[in-house]
């Protein structure tokens, strides 16, 4: 495993979807708790989900500006590794909810320009891991998942005290030029695996995974 790109398959919530992520070795799949999403989950269907996931293939919830009762409510729910916040919280409110409910808790950073890593560093000082995703487009109703990526040569040779995944736009066509060039040890998916907004498919899937750590 070593050297091998750790991939996280994000948004899914239905079996067939599960399935192909898990036998094509992906690292990581995430359960999108945000209402406004698509590939939004219900703690309970999350819990029926993930039942039999084996331990090796960890659960990531991704919230957007949850308070304590929501993220206290899927804990007791669902089996939750990490916490993904991928809204507006700050550096205060990631240390909190990292020192409120003791797990590891990846940051979202919206990236357009380069100015837009500017605030990753302090972030890194509280959050375990951090997560590059492209700006969301004019109007949209989410802050992720939206097809859109950014110059990943951004984060080429960038230095931060914690681990980082690479998201937006990537596909199973365009993730291995991505990990070049930003020299990603760690890439996220959601939109590039879909046949529509929500629907993963399953060889999509099976080609992303054999693609980043081909």
Known sequence: ???????????????????????????????????????????????????????????????????????????????????????SETVARVEAIRQEFGHPVIKSIAVAAGADLDGAAEMAQVADWLLFDAKPPQGADRPGGNAASFDWELLKGRKWP???????????????VAVKASG????????????????????RIRRFIAAAKG
């Open 162 to 176: 914690c681990p980082w995944l690479l998201a937006g736009g990537l596909t199973p066509e365009n993730v291995a």
């Open 1 to 87: 495993m070593a050297g091998d790109v750790l991939v996280k398959i994000c948004g899914i919530h239905e079996d067939e979807a599960l399935i192909a992520a898990v036998e094509a070795g992906a690292d990581l799949i995430g359960l999108v708790f945000h209402p406004a999403s698509p590939r939004f989950i219900t703690f309970d269907a999350a819990a029926d989900l993930t039942q039999f996931l084996p331990e090796d293939v960890r659960v990531v919830g991704l919230f957007v500006d949850p308070d304590d009762a929501q993220i206290e409510t899927a804990l007791n729910s669902v089996r939750l590794d990490f916490l993904q916040l991928h809204g």
């Open 184 to 203: 990603a040890k760690a890439v996220d998916v959601s939109s590039g695996v879909e046949t529509a907004p929500g629907i993963k498919d399953p060889d």
